[in-house]
């Protein structure tokens, strides 16, 4: 699968105890990394909480 800089993408997020996961929506930031590896982060529409260090996207 090709992985472009702006893509929202599926990446599996493991719970605290390593024993289930699932898969989340994550936006690329940065592709083309050593190792087909990419830096993203991961998004949300749940936005009644958000913690100090969360925004809001337009």
């Not at 599926?10 to 024993?19: A, G, I, Q, T, V």
């Not at 830096?39 to 100090?52: D, G, M, R």
């Amino acid at each position: 699968m090709e992985i472009s800089q702006a893509d929202v993408v599926l990446c599996e997020f493991y719970f605290s105890d390593l024993k289930k996961s699932k898969n989340r929506p994550v936006l690329v930031l940065k592709d083309n990394l050593p190792y087909n590896d990419f830096v993203a982060i991961p998004i949300s529409s749940k936005i009644e909480k958000l913690q100090i260090d969360e925004v809001i996207l337009d």
